[in-house]
């Protein structure tokens, strides 16, 4: 039987949507078309000249080669450090009661609740004192910051979904409590940690100010040699290129994250 | 070979609450012993005390005499189902099953052999590699079931297996459970809150409340022969009325039996299939409903002082609502100060 209800255009939705998709896709659209652009001069609507000039010379720079590897190194090393640091506090705050449980909890949430510049000025001036600025490590410490609260709270979450029951049996068959974790908890929350871990890598390498900051001049990021470009360089298509290049880790991320993650872990992850 | 004894046994819980208390049983070689009690009872506590996941306040667990109380789960030689089944879901049946043999250094070959032998024990013979989200609510108990089985343990621990499942799997399931249980005989202890799976599985029953025991004996004991008024009320169906007895009668709501105890209040106890009726006037009760089950019928039955009881007849179109019967007891049972004191 056919349901009787009409159905009525959205207007109001359809509007949201286009102004939404305007404002996500327009500025990327411009400095993608940037990149692959020649000579673009006013009052021309389009490029007069499309082609690689650009992504030669951007990509013929030592200074960029060695900033991607910069990237790469240091979101890679603090993801790593900060499952190590992380997953088992996570596991604590899901599975313990301790006291101050709740306190500890919430105060990942403080370095992200006051305006992060002026919590990292106070950093810094510690980093300066202990010879850490400008240092990779320092770099690292700073960031590793940044990521705690994603790599807390969503594990937390994954860790609690997790049966216990399954733990139980996992002991009633022999497993001892490390073996548990390592068999059946780990991998039932998988995929929920595996998107958090991606959150912690892709945010690392895009995070600029921190970097900026405390690794400055000797330690440059692919966003702070940006910064830099943008500051000092007249030519547009040289941040226009490295923006794209900017977007391949997310890409790849994204591309990872739709067959890593079934759908729904994202959304428990964030208490959904 | 295999005994397990509890004895005096008690679980405290925080708040003090006592969940377990004073609780002693000795569980016979091969024997299959059904703990049995309304939820909050304690017999799930006392299960998980006997596989290692409450630690006792007080008390002693052995199995075969070796003391077990403080051991965690993984050195324990029990083996549990549980409610859930709990299967690992991010393993193949052949992985669930091969888990613990692969902790116990088992050879790999000899893994398989264990493996198909349980799987076709349980008759699930081929389904090794399946998901478990592949298999259903049935299969899903009877893999867990070979988890535990598998691992040859000493003592068996079902803590509600068929709770998940529907009326007609479950009968199958229990028969099938008892079954291998007594193939292997393998010494097992049971939770339930179903008195038919304790009535028509178990060597023995358990009926717990409030942490204590209420009375331990075989399921027709148990049945024909309850020692309490919760163990009358709780299995089976039971008619309990509240009364006085005074020179050897029982009297209550125009009921009046002999019952030769001695004078002072009484709890009369009557099972429905023990109840003949007769239509007369001006009988003693009331017919409220009538209900034909097929095979028999129940009568529910007002009594003066908003007292019901039931009666099972055998032919249910003879009674209709609004008659008025006589009801003469059979058989009668008589409690005082929580005890039995009388049964004829």
Redo the contacts between chains.
Sequence with gaps: MATLVSRRIDWTGIVFAVLLTIAIIGPLLVVGIWAFTNVWRFPSIIPQEFGLRWWSATLARADVWSSISMSLTLASVVTLLSAIICLPAAYAFARLDFPGRDILFFSFLAGHAFPKFGLLVAIAAIFLQLNLIGTFWGVVLIQLVGTLLFMIWIPVAAFQAV?R??E?????????PF?VFW??TL??A?PTIAAALLLSFVGTFYETEGAWLIGAPQVRTLPVLMISFINNQPVIQFGAVLSVLLWIPSFIALLFARRVVNSGSFARGFGG | MSVLKISSVSKYFPGGTKAVDSFSLDVADGELVCLLGPSGSGKSTLLRMV???EDPSSGLITIDGEDITHL???RRP???V???H?????MNVFDNLA??LK??RTGKSEIREKVEAVLDLVGLAGYGERKTHQLSGGQQQRV?LA??LV?EPKILLLDEPFASLDQHLRERLREEVRDIQQRLKITTLFVTHGQDEALSMADRIVVMRDGRTEQIDRPDVVYRNPQTPFVAGFIGTMNLIDGEVAHGRFHRAGLSLDLPISDGPAILAMRPEALDLSLADQGQAVVHRVTDYGTHGLVDLDLPEAIRVKAMVDHPDRFSTGQSVNLAPRAVAAFRDGRQVFRS
Excluded: K, N
Aim: proline share 7%; hydrophobic share 35%.
């Design positions: 049966d029951r399954m139980e049996a996992a002991r009633d068959v022999g497993a001892g073996r068999s059946i991998p039932q998988g | 596989g290692g996941f965690p789960p993984e029990t083996g549990m549980f409610q859930s709990a299967l690992w879901t991010h888990f613990g902790l116990r867990a988890r535990s691992l």
